[in-house]
């Protein structure tokens, strides 16, 4: 079964959901000597996004599961964590609490942050997937812009959701079908967060294109090779104060835009 979490609505517990965390276990690998000798300075864990700055000023974005503490403390680590080696947050990529999980990739999104990407463009996410109305595209996460853009084109558009309420999405299990048969897929960021990641990627058939979508998308090309991905667009931040006061004050992508930079790496 495909296990998404593709909003930020309160998930119920799926007893058959077995969460993966080997393309984060290779992440953390790729980006554990860059986080040597290095701190944390600031974290901050919003309603939409958690932020972390590093002491070398570098900063990463990372969605915020929804809460399930069923109390006031949703962290029993928390007031500890800020001024901890960036590798022991780094580590938080494969811990089994989705809110360190989010800590730990917006971590690896800020050592990301500092590395240099000379293939980075800002361009339309759409345009490297050249979608035209013959295309089938699945689409995991309801990224309202793109589906206005995508109706505009006429392709056939299947978005999966889970408990959504919206009538045109498919359920995860309607939606592994979607995703082994179409020749566009649009995948979410957040999957690292929950855990799904893994299964997107196997889920794909062969798509003419895929990308990986959203603030939480590590810039990371060497993570990828040998998917199906052709291209990782996610959020590199450049203004990481704007990003920490629209982050503590429960603002979301919109909010962001000014801070950050809406980038895009093809895959070769």
């Known amino acids: 079964m495909i296990c998404f979490n593709l909003s930020n609505r309160v998930l119920p517990p799926r007893k058959i959901f077995v969460m993966s965390v080997q393309t984060q276990q290779k992440l953390l690998s790729i980006l554990a000597p860059s986080a040597e000798g290095l701190g944390v300075d600031t974290i901050r864990i919003g309603l939409g996004y958690t932020a972390v700055r590093l002491e070398n000023g570098s900063t990463g974005l990372a969605w915020t599961p929804p809460p399930t503490a069923g109390c006031c403390t949703h962290l029993k680590c928390a007031g500890t964590m800020a001024g901890r080696p960036a590798r022991e947050l780094l580590d938080k990529l494969v811990d089994e609490h989705p809110l360190l999980r989010a800590v730990g990739l917006a971590t690896a999104n800020a050592l990301l942050a500092s590395r240099p990407q000379p ?29 206005q853009d995508l109706r505009k084109i006429g392709c056939r558009l299947d978005i999966i959701e889970l408990n959504s309420n919206h009538p045109e999405t498919l359920t995860p299990e309607a ?40 603030p939480s998308t590590p810039f990371c090309p060497e993570l990828f090779a040998g998917t199906r991905l052709t291209q990782i667009s996610g959020a590199r931040v450049i203004n990481g104060d704007g990003v920490l006061r629209v982050v503590s004050e429960a603002g979301g992508t919109p909010l962001l835009k000014p801070h950050v930079a809406f980038e895009t790496i093809l895959m070769k």
């Open 119 to 147: 293939h980075a463009s800002i361009i339309d996410v759409l345009e490297p997937l050249a979608v035209t109305d013959r295309d089938h595209v699945a689409m995991v996460g309801y990224f309202g812009p793109l589906v």
């Open 175 to 214: 939606g592994r079908a979607a995703l082994a048969s179409c020749d566009v897929a649009i995948l979410t960021g957040t999957s690292f967060v929950t855990g799904t990641i893994d299964e997107l990627l196997v889920s794909l058939g062969n798509p003419r294109a895929a990308v990986l979508l959203g």
